[in-house]
């Protein structure tokens, strides 16, 4: 059970980055620039929504360690 979550977890982040990535190099192509302090904005959201996915799968097995 361990070891599929696992994978779900990593498959939800690379489809997440992925998806962001490509939002941006589309955005890019197109002319629209974004500008680097919004990207940097950008991917620290990024960073917090996989957190919370961390957090979702291994919130309830990391309680009895601290």
């Given at each position: ?33 974004i500008p680097p302090p ?10 917090l929504v996989a957190l ?6 291994f919130g309830g097995r ?5």
């Amino acid at each position: 059970m361990m070891v599929e979550n696992v994978i779900m977890m990593l498959i939800y982040l690379c489809i997440l980055v992925g998806v962001i990535y490509l939002i941006i190099y589309v955005l890019g192509q197109i002319g629209i620039a974004i500008p680097p302090p919004i990207m940097n904005i950008i991917w620290v959201v990024v960073l917090l929504v996989a957190l919370l996915i961390l957090w979702q799968t291994f919130g309830g097995r990391l309680r009895g360690i601290g």
